[in-house]
């Protein structure tokens, strides 16, 4: 595992000094988490873990066994470890984007070609980066995430703070993260995040229904849709802005439109939390509303029906949905947007078409 890190870090040696240091930070943040993995029977076992944190390892590893043999999901060691934290998140994002676009500023790394973000394993350094961007007048959207996924080059880790979770949060990371092993594109960080939400949404599903837990079914599918009328709204903001940023009107004014814009969707959420009876989106609203926050929300969301739909036409067969995932991966780009955007806007009956 050390020479592993050792000959990437070498290698980003020659891409010049600041990469170089960001890397170095993400290198020595990897091995000190993977340095501090426990193998989670043994925590299980050990006389001196708390009751209410065995039961949650012990869920998991049930979810662990569910998520490869009945999601079909990669049978390895990720998520039979444990990382115990000593901080609320194991990693900090930054996304960024310009005032006036909906487009995310992207950064290019080698193993996983341009993202929408920016990692660092330090809070501190993670403002750092963030304060510079600001300073530069872009849309910035500082956050903490619960977990990442190496994407299989190493054994990921349970972290000590997913287990705050509930039980179906902690059950759908676990199947998110483990979907991006399955199925990865370089490049295309909206296509990675909205398959991993997808298999993750199924699973969940599955696992409820399977275990009997109708309420805890009805609950889930009603919070999903919530999620779903939210990302409806989302989209209809997304076409306001895009008017307002291509107006033939001064940065003044298109400002005060953009604040109007944003107030108008704290507005809509209101009215959703109300619909529903619960906070929708919560955590997201406690930041500023932005482009950058948008694009977080965007990345992770704007495909999902397409998959939906995809996995619908495949009569909620994994193996044939993967296998056609799979085939949308290997398309260019563009044939690739194309191919999602007409799932996305198909009718229920040109699905199976």
């Known amino acids: 595992m050390i020479r592993r890190l050792a000959i990437i870090l070498c290698a980003f040696a020659l891409t010049g000094c600041a990469t170089l240091g960001y890397y170095a930070q993400a290198v020595s943040g990897e091995i000190d988490v993977l340095s501090s993995r426990e193998d989670v029977r043994q925590v299980i076992n050990d006389p001196a873990t708390p009751d209410t944190e065995r039961a949650k390892l012990q869920f998991a590893m049930r979810v662990r066994r569910f998520a490869s043999l ?20 194991p990693v900090w994002v930054v996304y960024a984007a310009p005032p006036f676009s909906l487009a995310p500023t992207e950064w290019c790394y080698w193993f996983v070609g341009c993202v929408p973000y920016r990692g660092y394993f330090d809070k501190d350094d993670a ?32 972290f000590s703070n997913m287990l705050r979770w509930s039980p179906m949060a902690l059950a759908g990371l676990i199947f998110h993260e483990l979907a991006h092993q399955l199925v990865y594109v370089d490049g295309d960080a909206a296509f990675n ?5 997808t298999v993750e949404a199924v699973g969940v599903e ?3 229904t399977q275990h009997g837990e109708k309420d805890k079914l009805c609950a889930w599918r ?8 939210f990302q409806d709204v989302v989209g209809k903001l997304r076409r306001r802005l895009a008017k307002i940023y291509s107006a033939p009107i001064d940065d003044a004014a298109k400002r005060r439109k953009k604040a109007a814009a944003f107030a108008w969707l704290r507005r809509q959420h209101a009215k959703l939390d109300e619909q529903f009876g619960f906070a929708i989106y919560g955590e997201w609203f406690t930041h500023p509303l932005n482009n950058a926050s948008l694009a977080l929300v965007t990345t992770y969301n704007v495909w999902q ?11 909620g067969d ?4 993967y296998a056609d995932v799979r085939d949308l991966a290997a398309l260019t780009p563009k044939a690739r947007h194309a191919r999602l955007q007409a799932l996305s806007q198909a009718s229920p009956d040109d699905r199976d078409r």
């Open 318 to 321: 994994l193996q044939a949905f």
């Open 206 to 208: 599955r696992w409820l």
């Open 222 to 229: 009603r919070e999903h849709k919530a999620s779903r009328a």
């Open 193 to 197: 995040e909205s398959f991993a939400d």
């Open 70 to 89: 009945q999601l079909e999901l990669p049978d390895n060691d990720s998520y039979k470890n444990y990382v115990k934290l000593n901080r609320r998140y």
């Open 127 to 158: 403002e750092a980066f963030a304060a510079g961007l600001r300073a530069k007048g872009e849309d910035v959207y500082l956050g903490g995430a619960p977990a990442y996924s190496t994407l299989g080059w190493f054994a990921d880790p349970l």
């Open 305 to 315: 029906p397409a998959f939906r739909r995809l996995l619908q036409h495949d009569g």
